[in-house]
């Protein structure tokens, strides 16, 4: 035992000898005779520093996936053997087509300290890292390297990998990892590829208005060969072996390689994260994603028209990102997938949010970018099935993904509450900008971009409904974010109606917020997600049609835009309004309520909602200028009638009376 600096005295407590200066401290702690005061208990079973360390974690990591054929009988497989069937499935996901081999891969951290001091595996021995080794012979540099894979990483191993490598990883005061996605803050669609080939050429929808802009098969994979050598390139690369669809019957396999552990923790929180015995049976996935974000494409390359590339290969399951870090491209991309899988077995899937009331009464809202589905979808008093992405089908609803993709401008605790209290540890927080020293998030701070994000697990809202499935909706409402202040706060609307705003997609968004006031600018969008489909949408609407009918679902349409003038005159419609707008549709009394129609439209609007004053209710009252406000109206409703002059020769359905009823439920003048 040392006495270290201090001078023991007689009753226990230290004195420092450096004179009068000094005042004597006291421990408090009476032990009697004992010359030195000890509080360190018994000592640690360590005898070095580095075996201390190791006395902190416990090991463990996430199960490994074998092949399905082999999942009967992995109880005999040791350990050792299944996390060398998994290195293997990387490898080969991994694997350049023209070597058609995959890299040498290890699992772990490259920077990890062994235990022996040396901070690289030892591969030749392998005891503290399962290594895969395809025999490749020594034909290229890159085939001497090994690719460390850190697979499945939990979001606390994901922050420390974030913060120690990644600039601009930081956690914030609420707990949450923020993160900039740099030079792009918003998906790319003009620079969104997919291979047409025999089967794609009949099957998707092309040419003008679709968002498949086509590539050949050949580029395609050129873009993955360099996706796959720069992800191959790195010390280190991510794997997240995850699902999509809370349907069982319908649930897609996905692997999403990446460089960054922003881009792992995304998709962790985004997809539906699988238990550990679900991976012990994952096989091969159905789906892979290559994201080389932080690499550009080679603008030489045919079809390329910029430096970012997202390629979607139908064909081989496949996509590649090149140019941009921005992670929603994977969340839409894997969306785009589920479009076009989802309906070739009769299902529906829908851009849209979904919550289900105590009743058990569901709601779906579909939307534009920015119209409200996860704000109004992540309502206290309902449970939320989803905020994004779903799935309707012969039994019910469920939604595509694990977690919830929240915008946080102006985010306010008081409007969003579930929202503001999602934001914790584990929590990606996007693009947003945190006060250096309090780490305090100033959600109004616009100076990366507006659109800044949370991507957070929907267990983070405490309603969740897990499993995330309900029954057939109840209502189909129609979000659209009017900055003309033309539409209605909400109007109800029949089938026809219905399809002909859904086929529409209408929102309007000012361009700009910075260089003052600025016209707002209409965008139509096909079944509220024309970025994301691959069929024609009439396709879509038609599927809608007949499960709105079947079910007696009610459509309606809520402006969660501007009211008493258009942007710059008027003020955008507060949250708290609209809530109690949906809580009118939710609880059946908006039904019941007495309607007027509106001209040029024709919608059905309520003439009275308890809690709103009822002068809001029809847009003309709170315009001061009467003939501007007609204009507007005018002018809106030319917008739609131009936009859909495109599906006028389209049928709609097999039923030939509702493609007409649709045509005629437009605006009239
Ligand atoms: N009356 C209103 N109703 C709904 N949202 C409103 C309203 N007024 C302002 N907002 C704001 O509009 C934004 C709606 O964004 P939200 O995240 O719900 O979009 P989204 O439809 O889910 O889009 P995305 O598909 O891009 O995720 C939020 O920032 C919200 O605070
Ligand atoms: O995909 C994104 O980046 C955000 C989103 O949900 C949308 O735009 O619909
Ligand atoms: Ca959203
Ligand atoms: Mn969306």
Redesign the pocket.
């Known amino acids: 035992m040392s006495a270290g600096n201090g001078n023991a005295n007689g009753d226990g407590g230290f004195s420092f000898p450096k004179g009068p200066a000094m005042r004597k401290i006291t421990t408090g702690a009476k032990r009697g005779s004992e010359i030195c005061h000890d509080d360190s208990g018994p000592t640690v079973k360590a005898t070095t520093i580095d075996e201390l360390h190791s006395l902190q974690k416990k090991r463990s990591a996430p199960t490994t996936p074998i092949n399905q054929s082999g999942a009967a009988a992995f109880a005999a497989v040791s350990e050792e053997e299944r996390q060398k069937i998994q290195l293997q499935s990387i490898s080969a996901s991994l694997a350049s087509l023209t070597r058609e081999s995959g890299p040498k891969v290890v699992r772990g951290d490259p920077a990890e300290k062994k235990a022996d001091g040396s901070t690289t595996p030892a591969y030749a021995h392998g005891q503290h890292h399962s290594i895969f080794s395809p025999d490749l012979g020594a034909v290229s540099d890159s085939s001497l390297k090994f690719t460390h894979v850190l697979y499945n990483l939990s979001p606390a191993e994901l922050y420390e990998q974030a913060i120690k490598y990644e600039k601009g990883s930081f956690i914030t005061s609420n707990g949450a990892l923020a993160t900039l996605s740099g030079a792009k803050t918003g998906r790319a669609p003009r620079d969104k590829r997919v291979v047409r080939d025999a089967t794609t050429e009949g099957e998707l929808w092309w040419g003008k208005g679709s968002p498949n802009i086509e590539m050949d098969e050949h580029t395609f994979m050129v873009n993955r060969e360099r996706a796959v050598d720069y992800l191959n390139s790195l010390e280190k690369v991510f794997v997240n072996d995850q699902f999509l669809n809370w349907d069982p019957e319908n649930r897609i396999k996905v692997r999403i390689v990446s460089a960054r552990a922003y881009h792992s923790l995304f998709m962790h929180n985004m997809c539906i994260r699988p238990t550990p015995e679900e991976l012990e049976s994952f096989g091969t996935p159905d789906f892979t994603i290559y994201n080389a974000g932080q690499f550009p494409c080679n603008r030489y390359t045919h079809y390329m028209t910029s430096s970012t590339s997202v390629d979607l290969n139908l064909s081989r399951r496949e996509m590649v990102i090149l140019g941009t870090q921005y992670a929603g491209e994977m969340k839409k991309g894997l969306f785009s997938v589920m479009h076009y899988l989802m309906p070739k077995r009769r299902i529906l899937s829908l851009h849209s ?1 979904c919550n289900m009331g105590k009743e058990g009464d569901v709601a779906l809202f579909f ?1 534009l ?8 979808s992540t309502d206290h008093n309902r449970y939320l099935i989803g ?2 992405e779903h799935c309707w089908t012969e039994t019910g609803v469920s939604n595509i993904e694990g977690g919830c ?3 946080c ?3 306010s605790r008081e ?2 509450p579930d929202i503001w209290n999602a934001i914790k540890f584990g929590t990606v927080l996007e693009n947003v900008v945190f006060d250096e020293h309090t780490r305090e998030v100033d959600y109004s701070d616009k100076s990366v971009t507006e659109n800044t994000r949370a991507a957070y697990p929907i267990e983070f809202i405490p309603n969740a409904k897990i499993p995330c499935v309900g029954p057939h909706p109840k209502n189909v409402i129609l ?1 659209a974010c009017d900055a003309f202040g033309v539409l209605p706060p909400v109007s109800k609307l029949n089938l026809a109606q219905t399809m002909y705003h859904f086929i529409s997609g209408y929102t309007a968004l000012v361009a700009g917020t910075e260089d003052g006031i600025k016209e707002p600018t209409a965008t139509f969008s096909a079944c509220f997600g024309a970025a994301f489909i691959m069929l024609h949408p009439t396709k879509y609407a038609a599927m809608l049609a007949e499960k709105m009918k079947t079910q007696g679902a009610t459509g309606w349409l809520v402006n ?1 835009g501007w009211a008493g003038g258009s942007y710059g005159v008027g003020n ?4 708290a ?2 809530r109690k707008i949906i809580d009118a549709i939710h609880s059946g009394s908006l039904l019941k309520a007495n309607y007027k129609k509106t001209e040029i439209f024709g919608f059905e609007i309520p003439t009275e909602i308890e809690g709103i004053p009822s002068e809001i209710l029809d847009p003309i009252n709170s315009w001061s200028d009467k003939k501007a406000h007609k204009e507007t109206l005018l002018k809106l409703g030319g917008l739609f009638k131009k936009n859909f002059e495109t599906f006028a020769n389209h049928k709609i359905g097999v039923d030939g009376k509702l493609t007409e009823e649709i045509l005629a439920a437009g605006p009239i003048f």
């Open positions: 949010g939307g970018s920015g119209t409200g589905k996860t704000t109004l905020d994004d993709y929240a915008k401008v102006d985010l409007k969003e979000l969660t955008r419609i507060k949250v309004y609209t």
